[in-house]
């Protein structure tokens, strides 16, 4: 497939590994980039290597500052790997939409997708922990936290909060409709972009739930996703 492009050339990548090889016009370096990418998602996914073999496991992440954090049951498996300190790959997705050109092999899609390497590290500051997961809580619902009981000391006894720097990044972004060969110009077929909308449904009430919908409820279905 051949990919295409508008975005300006990027700046020089933080790493020979975070250097995009493949399509290196598509790349982007700058944080601003990254810091869109990763606030409009929920879920990354983690690959990291033990005893086992390789692994690559979704989990709940959320950004604060310059750096990603995730959390998870103090027995994971995977948070247990990654505080062994060994190096990780985190990376996000968003596809966008299917890219239609006259030659089979130029088709391509629209994305938005990041990588970061590194390390995790452990919150162990418990004031520092429990800012953590309030910031996750807001990136949910951004003023549920004050409405709801807030961790309990066993709770987060048992969890474990980690974070990665954003210091070793790189971001691969595609946009706009297909580029076609000149000599396939003439094929009669239909060519163009088929957009993916992230669109949001009505909330749905818990039956046992008896309070009124807050602002965050009601205007959940007419927000952008």
């Not at 997705?93 to 391509?108: E, I, M, P």
Request: hydrophobic share 40%; glycine share 8%.
């Amino acid at each position: 497939m051949t990919d295409y492009t508008i975005v300006p050339s990027p700046p020089s990548p933080p790493s020979a590994r975070t250097r995009v090889r493949r399509v290196a016009e598509l790349a982007r370096y700058e944080q601003a980039t990254l810091h869109a990418i990763l606030d409009d998602t929920y879920l990354c996914h983690i690959a990291f290597h033990d005893a086992l073999g390789s692994h690559c496991i979704p989990t709940a992440c959320w950004r604060i500052g310059e750096h990603l954090y995730i959390h998870g049951s103090n027995g994971s498996r995977m948070l247990k790997r990654l505080l062994d300190g060994g190096d990780a790959c985190v990376t996000v997705t968003h596809l966008d939409g299917l890219v239609l050109a006259r030659s089979a092999f130029n088709h391509t899609m629209n994305y938005r997708s990041a990588m970061i390497y590194g390390q995790f590290e452990k919150v162990d500051d418990i004031a520092l922990q429990h800012a953590a997961m309030e910031a996750l809580m807001d990136k949910l619902a951004p003023g549920r936290q004050a409405q709801v009981r807030g961790g309990s000391d066993k709770e987060y006894g048992a969890t474990t909060v980690l974070r990665i720097a954003l210091d070793e990044c790189a971001v691969k972004q595609r946009r706009g409709g297909p580029q076609d060969d000149e000599a396939d110009l003439a094929h009669a077929v239909w060519t163009g972009e088929l957009p993916f909308t992230h669109g949001r449904g009505p909330a749905i009430a818990d039956v046992l739930c008896t309070s009124e919908a807050p602002a965050y409820v009601t205007g959940w279905p007419t927000e952008s996703a």
